[in-house]
């Protein structure tokens, strides 16, 4: 059952298709974008960045570093000071409708109507995407099935768990079978439970082909899921890498550490306050 864009699917014995290559167009690619806000704080001070097709993207930055600025100026909810960004080659100011169809964000807040029914809130996703009837109905069948929502596809919203309405976040954000991905902190607050779940998910959106952009502050979730992690702080791209090469450049053994660098606190490694089990509590 293809959960996305389904540029390598999965094949009936359960294994990826690997006869489509990746485009050579990124997924996303932002050059010099600076985004100053009405009140004179410059968020984004000239980011350049580009993510691959297909690539599982990590964005990593303290409060404040520019994470959910960057998100909104490639989704279209806030518009760029100047720089550009393109999504597969689409202009995300002048070529506005196909970029943002090319996109799928899962917010950090679980902005759902919580009187519409779970099919609804799928259906009506479809619709503002210009999706025919048929092509929605198809398609909220796969995906209620997919993240296990089909036995809740009559109920309202707010009767689903935790657990349900991440899902349905998640699900409501392939509709349109975007190629690119964002999930904004999608395990913010969650047990490890679902944490892991919602891994397993990801990871099987991103095998079927789909481009990923994940912002999250757990930095074992980066390093479990993402292939290549980018570190943001005060407005601007400090390095990129793999954790390993992140943490090489650092001069640190972590991707941790590095982070802590990054932060300005590495009198807070575990190396220094006395071993894992401490700091882990
Ligand atoms: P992050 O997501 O990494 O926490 P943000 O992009 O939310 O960072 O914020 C970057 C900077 O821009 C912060 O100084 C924040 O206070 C400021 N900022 C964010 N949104 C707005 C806004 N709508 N108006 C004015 N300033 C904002």
């Known amino acids: 059952m293809a959960l996305s864009h389904p540029r390598n699917p999965i094949r009936n014995d359960g294994r990826v298709e690997s006869s489509a290559s990746p485009s050579p167009t990124p997924a ?37 570093a520019g994470k959910s600025t960057l998100i909104h100026c490639s989704t279209g909810l806030a518009s760029p000071t100047s720089g550009a960004i393109e999504i597969f080659g689409h202009n995300a100011v002048e070529d506005y409708r196909e970029a943002r169809e090319a996109v799928g964000l899962a917010p950090q807040d679980l902005n759902i109507d919580w009187f519409l029914t779970v099919e609804e809130t799928l259906d009506f996703h479809g619709g503002y995407f210009g999706m025919s009837k ?12 997919a993240f296990s929502l089909e036995e809740k596809r009559n109920n309202r919203t707010r009767e689903l768990s935790g657990g349900m309405k991440r899902r349905l976040i998640l699900a409501r954000a392939l509709m349109h079978r975007p190629r690119l991905l964002i999930l904004d902190e999608p395990t913010a607050g969650v047990d490890v439970e679902l944490r892991l779940e919602l891994w397993h998910y990801v990871r ?14 757990y930095l074992e979730e980066a390093e479990q899921l993402c292939s290549r992690i980018a570190f943001i702080n005060g407005g601007q791209i400090i390095d990129q890498g793999t954790s390993g090469e992140l ?19 590495k009198e807070l490694s575990r190396a220094h306050v006395g071993g894992d089990a401490e700091a882990d509590q």
């Open 204 to 217: 099987q959106i991103n095998e079927e082909g789909t481009t990923i952009l994940l912002t999250t502050h």
């Open 28 to 64: 996303l690619r932002i050059t010099d974008l600076v985004k100053r806000y009405p009140t004179g704080t410059e968020a984004l001070k000239g980011v350049s960045l580009e993510i691959p097709d297909g690539e599982f993207f990590g964005l990593l930055g303290p409060n404040g």
């Open 247 to 265: 943490a090489q450049r650092f001069g640190v053994g972590s991707l941790e550490d590095a982070y802590l660098e990054l932060v300005g606190r």
């Open 134 to 145: 048929k092509d929605r109905k198809e398609r909220v069948s796969e995906l209620l099935s």
